[in-house]
């Protein structure tokens, strides 16, 4: 059993910036990805981001505006989230096989 748990998350003006960290508990080879989910009110969970040693992915409403990344020594992935809108706000959950994370609530809001 590996457990995910995220931080990070909090009330940001728009066009402001968060980081997200994700830390596992047990060891995840780098060649399995490590991703971000967010689902909205009403809406369904979508990827945002993933990352493996070989591919990055990004949703394409956050491409240039977040940064997806992995630090395979400490078993931790990080979303760093600029330019943010008021469409991001979201449970965000940080995910690797079949584990997920308790989600990190980000709002967005002036």
């Known amino acids: 059993q590996v457990q995910l748990v995220e931080s990070g998350g909090g009330l940001v003006q728009p066009g402001g910036s968060l980081r997200l960290s994700c830390a596992a508990s047990a060891f995840i080879p780098s060649f399995l990805p490590m991703a971000w989910y967010r689902q909205a009110p009403g809406k369904q969970r979508e990827l945002v981001a993933s990352?493996?040693?070989?591919?990055?992915n990004y949703a394409d409403s956050v491409k240039g505006r977040f940064t997806i990344s992995r630090d395979n020594a400490k078993n931790t992935v990080s979303l760093q989230m600029n330019n943010l809108k008021p469409e991001d706000t979201a449970i965000y959950y940080c995910?690797?096989?079949?584990?997920w994370g308790q989600g990190t609530q980000v709002t967005v809001s002036s």
């Open positions: 990352i493996s040693s070989t591919t990055t």
């Open positions: 995910t690797s096989v079949r584990y």
